[in-house]
């Protein structure tokens, strides 16, 4: 059974670099195809896609985020961990992280963590 | 830019067959899969259809898809509404540079 879980700062002040880390089990980041996504929900909103790393360290980043995202995976921890630079009010959402086979199909996900950005 | 429509709400009673579409700009809908996840509140979404048509173990065949190539859009059909099958439905898609989201549509069974 594949279960992810996100944890990290429910408050980040604006301007503060937020790191999330998604603890997962049930499959292991070495196996070839396998990835992790990161996928945010605003209060309200509809889901926005932010990044995937791959067993085989490769990455991907939305376009419109990427200069302030950054990706990486502790494979001995069954982790991976996103930062998000220059956190801003708008960037309040739950984040949620997902297990992928194809870096395009997530499945399943985590049950996400809430991240306010306020002062 | 890829970009993924839905309608914002549709509604249908139980026992019913409601259509949730999904319009690709950006892109043949056919050039990538399309995956419908189903998100009830206060719950992460999981999938309920992927790889175009695809249904994961333990999602009724009341889910099916079909593909459009005229108008570009995917939908996803539920048959035989079910009150538990009220949610926020979201298709996703992807291109070489980025995956993409639909705006979600809002599934009212009354």
């Known amino acids: 059974q594949i279960t992810l879980k996100e944890s990290g700062p429910t408050l980040v002040k604006p301007t503060q670099t937020l790191t999330l880390t998604c603890a997962f089990s049930?499959?292991?980041?070495?196996?070839?195809?396998?990835?992790v996504g990161w996928i945010r929900q605003p209060p309200g909103k509809a889901l926005e896609w932010l990044a995937v790393i791959y067993w085989d360290d490769s990455k991907r980043y939305s376009p419109s985020l990427k200069s302030r995202l950054t990706i990486t995976k502790d494979t001995s921890k069954n982790r991976v961990v996103l930062t998000m630079t220059n956190m801003d009010p708008v960037d309040t959402a739950t984040y949620y992280c997902?297990?992928?086979?194809?870096?395009?199909?997530?499945?399943?996900w985590g049950r996400g963590t809430l991240v306010t950005v306020s002062s | 830019n890829l970009l993924l429509t839905q309608p914002h709400s549709v509604s249908e009673s139980p026992g019913k067959t409601v259509t949730i579409s999904c319009t690709r700009s950006g892109g043949s809908i056919a050039s990538n899969s399309v995956q419908w996840y189903q998100q009830r509140p206060g719950s992460a979404p999981t999938t309920v259809i992927y790889?175009?048509?695809?249904?994961p173990s333990g999602v009724p065949d009341r889910f099916s898809v079909s593909i459009d190539r005229s108008s570009n859009s995917a939908s996803l059909i539920i048959s035989g509404l079910k009150t538990e099958d009220e949610a926020d439905y979201y298709c996703q898609s992807y291109d070489s540079n980025n995956v993409v989201f639909g705006g979600g549509t809002k599934l009212t069974v009354l």
């Open positions: 049930g499959f292991s980041l070495t196996t070839n195809g396998v990835g």
């Open positions: 790889d175009n048509n695809q249904r």
């Open positions: 997902a297990h992928t086979y194809s870096g395009n199909i997530f499945d399943p």
